[in-house]
Every structure is written in structure tokens, then in C-alpha cells.
């Protein structure tokens, strides 16, 4: 059995609950993902690693651009409208903005010190220069046993090329958040994994979310033998 059962902390909590419910008029969306193409020079707003305000002052200067009112969307073709516009998050954005918030919360800094200390980035653009990888690298993490899970821990995926965030423990599951494409919920949302033995590993339990298609989310998407694993930030204590 879980020694503990925990939540983020309240401003950490309210940052995550922005980006699942960013408030935009009368709708409240969750935010869309988005992830620059480096390669043909494509980038969004922000470089798709915006604060929940900053995506929300995107979208605003792509209605006036345009001479569009909000009311004359639905929900559907704003979510549409965001995606054409390239106006969302990846996922080390999402995660990188929640861990800043939840260090500081804790007393901290911001962790673009701990990052970038060699950079001289100011930190409003640190998140610019992170990726799935750096965040879940041996270097800023160390692969922790499921029995001690936390909030703020980080789930490596793709062999490092995603990144989820554990928000909640509980008796007997996890909540996860992340911001993807290939997931039958697209955007910034939660996963929750169903914890049959505390004792094993995460490949072992059982993950609810599906991909697009409708297949496992963990056939698809964890794979221990690239590396994957639960992973603890270095300057993450316990609460």
C-alpha cells in the first residue's frame, strides 16, 4: 500500500487547471499542442512553450489580425482555428512551465538556473530551449522505484522524445498530465494509471489512456528498453 496520498500545491494546481481549461470568452478549451518543425521553419506563437497568458494574448492578436470576433465561433472551429494559427504547447513546455511553478512554490527559483545555468536566456525564453529529453535526462533526474512516487515526478516516453507529469497519487492509481497529439484526447489532459502492485514497475499496471486509434497508450508509447522510466527531478524533495 502507498505510504501517502498527495496533490500539487494550490498555484501549481491552478497553473495545470489553466491549461486544461484555458478560458477564452465564454469557452473554456483545453490548450492545444503544438511543436515547432525546426526542420521546414515552422513555429508558432511563443515556440509552442507559452504560459497559459501568453497563449491567450496569441490568440487575441490572431483575432484582430484577421478582424474576427469571438462570437462567432463555437467551440469546435476555435479549437480549429488555434490549431491552423499554430497557437498551443508541446509537451516539455507544459511540463517545464508546471515544474518552474511548483519549484518556486516550494521556495525555490526558477529553474532556468538549473537548466540553463551555463545560458545566459532570460528566463521568460528558458522553456524555449528545453525538450522532452533534457528534462528526463540523467543528468536532471534519477529513475525513482513507483513506491515512492510523488506530484512533480516525470514520466519519460518515447524513448525520451515526450514527457508526462504526475499531478496526483492516490491510493490506488496516478494521475498523469501531458500535452500530445497521438492520444485519443488531444491537447493538455489527464492519463490515469490504475496501480495493481505498488511494489512493480509502471509497464506493469494498468494505463486507461488510448491513442488516436484507439489503441494502449502504453503499448504505444512506453518502452523501458529505450530508457523509459518514472523519473524524479534532482531538486525535488519530498513535500
Not at 502507498?2 to 473554456?28: C, D, H, N, V
Not at 469546435?76 to 508546471?98: M, P, Q, T, W
Request: aromatic share 12%; charged share 25%; proline share 4%.
Amino acid at each position: 500500500m502507498i505510504k501517502r496520498e498527495s496533490s500539487l500545491p494550490p498555484k501549481t494546481q491552478s497553473l495545470l487547471e489553466s491549461y486544461l481549461s484555458l478560458e477564452i470568452g465564454k469557452f473554456k478549451i483545453n490548450c492545444p499542442y503544438w511543436i515547432n518543425d525546426i526542420k521546414r521553419g515552422i513555429k508558432g506563437p511563443f515556440s509552442g512553450k507559452g504560459t497559459p497568458n501568453q497563449i491567450k494574448a496569441s490568440i487575441r492578436r490572431r483575432l484582430t489580425k484577421y478582424n474576427l470576433k469571438l462570437e462567432s465561433f463555437n467551440k469546435d472551429s476555435l479549437k480549429k482555428f488555434l490549431e491552423a494559427n499554430r497557437i498551443g504547447i508541446d509537451c516539455s513546455g507544459f511540463v517545464y512551465h508546471l515544474l518552474n511553478q511548483l519549484n518556486k512554490e516550494k521556495g525555490g527559483r526558477e529553474i532556468s538556473s538549473i537548466y540553463l545555468k551555463d545560458n545566459k536566456v532570460p528566463a521568460w525564453r528558458a522553456s524555449w530551449r528545453v525538450n522532452a529529453d533534457m528534462l528526463t535526462s540523467n543528468k536532471f533526474t534519477k529513475k525513482i522505484r513507483l513506491y515512492f512516487v510523488q506530484p512533480g515526478d516525470l514520466i519519460r516516453l518515447l524513448g525520451g522524445k515526450h514527457v508526462a507529469i504526475v499531478v496526483k497519487v492516490e491510493k490506488n492509481f496516478i494521475i498523469y498530465a501531458h500535452c500530445s497529439n497521438y492520444t485519443k484526447v488531444k491537447g493538455c489532459h489527464l492519463g490515469k494509471i490504475i496501480i495493481k502492485d505498488w511494489f512493480k514497475n509502471l509497464e506493469d499496471q494498468v494505463w486507461l489512456e488510448e491513442t488516436e486509434n484507439g489503441e494502449s497508450y502504453k503499448t504505444n508509447s512506453y518502452f523501458p528498453n529505450l530508457g523509459d522510466s518514472l523519473r524524479r527531478p534532482m531538486w525535488l524533495s519530498d513535500f
